[in-house]
């Protein structure tokens, strides 16, 4: 009965047009009352102890790290760089998508900030360039939530922090399957432009492309110290955060001086104010992660899949099937704060390693960014180039299967996302 308090009193809550924040909050209420618990102290004091974690103050550093390096430049020139290389090649300016992407996501791990980037330079582009201006939104969409599985990834310091798993393990592990990702949208992209007869962009000469390079080396150095450093235990990921952050204003004031320093405050403000919405759906989600405890609700679970639990590939199957079905209808951050604790006992029992779990579990809430009808990054794809969502709806879908045959691949092959650790460990 208390799965049912707690599903209806949340879902209830949202068709009402609460914010999830405050639907997590009222979540709780419900499932206090039902217990027989009357103590409002309890909602502060979990509030509290949610958002008081350490690894939580990497989010805001990576998020001003997001907004300086569009702002400096940074991103532009990624861009610039991919296009010098294969730009002229058939279909170019979807793989120089995919590459900046990729490249844009060991950055700075926010799928929202990446797409806008990309389809702001991008999409007219491509408009002009002649490409079906959906599928172009589609895939720039699939390539911007690459940025939620690669390291650093702050999908990844929210699940690490609420189920307790190593996020540099998590960071490390990741790369491998975003790197996939990418592969298989590129694969679906050369596909799908068969009929098409877009305009490339003229072949550059090896000197222009070696001066693109060298104007973007200062991008593609921070990938290499934050992975590099985390591997060798220089830091931590929350100061990875920080020299992200201080590395980004170094580059955009003093390097390539496209940020003045009035322009400071605006882009401080704008990474305080998404912080601010993260951090409190963190806090909410600290009530309802510890009624749901309390309740005993995973263990409710456990005994719903427990004819799975000999079988880790089936078990994570229906997981996975599972976590889809609710990120269709929830975003991102909220069903990361709302399963994981719900999903971490089973997975433990089940003797799944939490850090494999994780990642699929990451990739899964990422591409549930691109699946109607809430699909956050499709609302700003179509923002961005001003395109209804119908026809992006249908642009999207081959890149987004490609996707999730990549999840089923790593459902049965697991020792893909370990390899990494593995080769880390000897």
Not at 27 to 42: K, N, R, S, V, W
Not at 180 to 197: E, F, V
Not at 344 to 356: E, F, L, N, R, S
Request: some cysteine; hydrophobic content about 60%; overall charge positive.
């Amino acid at each position: 009965m208390i799965v049912f308090v707690f599903i209806t009193s949340l879902l209830g809550l949202m068709a009402l047009g609460m914010p999830v924040a405050f639907a997590l909050i009222g979540c709780g209420l419900a499932m206090m009352l039902y217990m027989g618990i009357t103590d409002p102290q309890i909602i502060i004091q979990n509030m509290w102890d949610g958002a008081n974690s350490f690894p939580l103050l990497a989010v805001p550093f990576f998020m001003l790290a997001g907004e300086l390096m569009n702002a400096g430049g940074m991103t532009r020139r990624i861009i610039t760089m991919a296009m010098a290389w294969i730009g002229h090649i058939r279909g170019g300016l979807g793989y120089v998508a995919v590459i900046a992407a990729v490249i844009m996501a060991s950055l700075s791990g926010s799928a929202v900030a990446d797409t806008a980037a990309l389809a702001s330079v991008l999409v007219p582009l491509m408009r002009n360039a002649g490409y079906d201006i959906n599928r172009s939104c589609g895939l720039i969409a699939c390539g911007g939530i690459i940025a939620p599985v690669i390291p650093p990834s702050i999908g990844m310091i929210i699940f690490g922090v609420t189920g307790g798993v190593s996020i540099t393990k998590l960071f490390i592990a990741g790369i491998v399957p975003g790197v996939m990702m990418g592969i298989a949208i590129m694969l679906a992209w050369r596909w799908s432009i068969k009929r098409d007869n877009p305009r490339v962009e003229p072949k550059r000469s090896m000197r222009e492309r070696l001066v693109e390079t060298r104007n973007a080396g200062w991008a593609l150095v921070l990938p290499v110290v934050i992975i590099g450093g985390l591997k060798v235990g220089w830091f931590t990921p929350t100061e990875a955060a920080v020299i992200a952050a201080a590395y980004s204003l170094f580059v955009g004031v003093f390097i390539y001086r496209e940020i003045k320093i009035p322009d400071l405050f605006g882009l401080m403000y704008r990474a305080a104010e998404t912080t601010a919405v993260i951090m409190f759906l963190v806090a909410a989600a600290g009530v309802s992660a510890w009624l749901i405890t309390t309740a005993n609700i995973p263990q409710q679970v456990a005994d719903m899949v427990a004819p799975f639990m000999e079988n880790k590939m089936l078990l994570m199957a229906i997981l996975m099937v599972m976590v889809f079905i609710v990120g269709t209808a929830l975003d991102f951050t909220p069903t990361v704060l709302i399963l994981t604790p719900v999903l971490m006992p089973v997975v433990k029992q089940a003797g799944i390693d939490p850090v494999y779990f994780g990642v699929l579990f990451i990739m899964n809430n990422a591409i549930g960014l691109v699946t109607p009808p809430v699909g956050t990054v499709l609302n700003v794809v179509c923002g961005v180039a001003k395109v209804p969502m119908t026809g992006v709806i249908k642009g999207v879908t081959p890149f987004m299967v490609a996707q999730l045959i990549v999840l089923a691949l790593l459902v049965i092959f697991p020792q893909i996302v370990m390899w990494p650790l593995q080769m880390m460990s000897r």
